[in-house]
């Protein structure tokens, strides 16, 4: 039975919904560049000391950015442009080819009723987060 990329992308979400999948995107970029600011800026206005100051205040600043931006898998996902998402549904379908089903609210109480295929699916879902996003995942909550 085809399936279509949207069918599959509502599943993933459905799925990390349940299991309370939430990841944070790493910002080292923009806290070096924060870091960086800070030890510039302090330099300009009090030399080698305002160096050391600038640099170490514009790291805690970065360091408070970052903390706590972890946002539902389900968004990250429904936010993923058709390309990523078309990713997504390929590997999905490579889990779930060989089963029976006849549409998706089939397909879905079938993945929702076999711990082994969750475990399956969420693993494309965490890995592509991990590898393709550069994201830390946490469950539950």
């Known amino acids: 039975m085809p399936i279509h990329v949207n069918d599959v992308i509502q599943l993933l979400c459905r799925l ?7 990841a944070a995107i790493k910002h080292s970029g923009r806290g070096a560049l ?16 305002g160096l050391a100051v600038g640099g170490a205040l514009g790291g805690l600043i970065a360091a408070s950015m970052a903390s706590g931006q972890f946002k539902p898998v389900p968004q990250i996902i429904l936010e993923l442009p ?52 550069g994201a830390t995942i946490k469950y539950g909550e």
Do not use: C, H
């Open 16 to 22: 990390s919904e349940v299991r309370g999948m939430k």
């Open 34 to 49: 924060m870091a960086g600011l800070g030890a510039f800026t302090g330099g300009l206005m009090a030399g080698p000391v």
């Open 82 to 133: 058709p390309r990523e998402q078309k990713k997504l549904y390929e590997d999905v379908r490579a889990v779930v080819r060989n089963m029976d089903w006849m549409d998706v609210a089939q397909l879905t109480a079938l993945v929702m009723g076999s711990s082994s295929v969750q475990e399956k699916l969420l693993m494309v879902v965490t890995n592509y987060i991990t590898k393709e996003l």
